[in-house]
């Protein structure tokens, strides 16, 4: 049974080096483990080791190149995603009170779920009550006019996941509407933008809550057409890899225009000159991903 017992910063230091890892300034390490903890840095090893023992070239420095690159990268994402998410909302929207009306968004009928449609609009309605005293355009419509809020307003109390959820259980001639805006125009559309919005849904939760990217492998895996697939490395079986962060990469370059996905890449490219120790091939990229992203 794995030993559980507390160890001092020290005695972390201790098992590390036991297992071949070089440490060249000690009170650098110790600061790190202390205010990034053991167990959350180990995750960011585990490519410079093998069977608990590190390779001979490893040094404490690799590891904290790795876990900072990945927090600049989940900071970088988030930027993005916070775009995609507000577009996302503006555009249901719109296409929304265009068909039912400013306040339509309050009437179950216009839902495919009930059940599902309750447990949104009940998160909202929390999410309203605790920021009522802080948002002035809540204030506005709750206190000064005494009216419901209108949705493009209300949208705003919704997550990434929510919208993707009510996007899911609006009528058909909705989502397509909201499909089309993102260039999705094929009968498959609407299913097509709920999926990607699912990812996005996945990617924003993980970098908000600080997970780890760094060769993580997903069950979820995005759906991608035949062009983006062909952008995928081939893992060592030699099939094509949609289990890393690559391929939702790729989705994020279908919502976003170009000009802002451009930035996005520049900015990751820019990380990469920073900490040229972190290989891409971790997070999917293939080594031509620069000229073919």
């Known amino acids: 049974m794995p030993d559980k017992s507390f160890k001092t910063i020290e005695e972390q230091l201790e098992i590390l080096r036991s297992r071949g890892l070089t440490i ?30 590190f390779y001979k070239s490893a040094v404490f420095q690799n590891i904290m190149d790795i876990y900072n ?35 339509g968004y309050l009437d179950a009928s216009f839902f495919v779920n009930e059940a599902r449609y309750e447990e949104i609009i009940k998160k909202a309605e929390l999410q309203k009550s605790q920021r009522l005293p802080h948002e002035a355009y809540l204030k506005h419509f709750v206190n000064d006019l005494q009216q419901d809020i209108p949705l493009w307003a209300y949208v705003d109390l919704l997550t990434i996941s929510d919208i993707s959820f009510l996007y899911a259980i609006s009528e058909q001639p909705i989502k397509a509407a909201v ?17 990607y919005m699912h990812s996005m849904t996945i990617i924003r939760n993980l ?26 490395m081939k893992n060592s079986r030699g099939e094509l890899d949609n289990a890393h962060l690559y391929g939702f990469l790729l989705i994020m370059r279908r919502i976003l ?37």
């Open 179 to 195: 499909a089309r805006t993102f260039g999705l125009t094929t009968d498959r559309g609407a299913s097509i933008l709920g999926s």
């Open 207 to 232: 970098c908000a809550h600080g997970s780890r990217l760094y060769n993580r492998l997903f069950e979820q895996k995005p759906s991608l057409n035949k062009a983006e697939k062909a952008l995928l």
């Open 69 to 103: 690159f990945d927090h600049e990268l989940r900071h970088i994402l988030l930027q993005y995603l916070e775009v995609i998410e507000v577009q996302l909302k503006s555009v249901y929207a719109y296409e929304f009170t265009k068909a039912h009306g400013s306040t």
């Open 257 to 293: 225009s170009e000009s802002e996905f451009n930035g996005l890449k520049e900015s990751i490219i820019t990380l990469t000159k920073k900490y040229p120790f972190v290989r891409m091939d971790y997070y999917g990229f293939r080594s031509d991903w620069q000229q073919k992203l």
């Open 24 to 53: 060249d300034d000690e009170d650098v390490a110790k600061e790190f483990l202390l205010w990034n903890n053991y167990y959350r840095v180990s995750g960011y090893s585990l490519t410079l080791r093998k069977n608990d023992i």
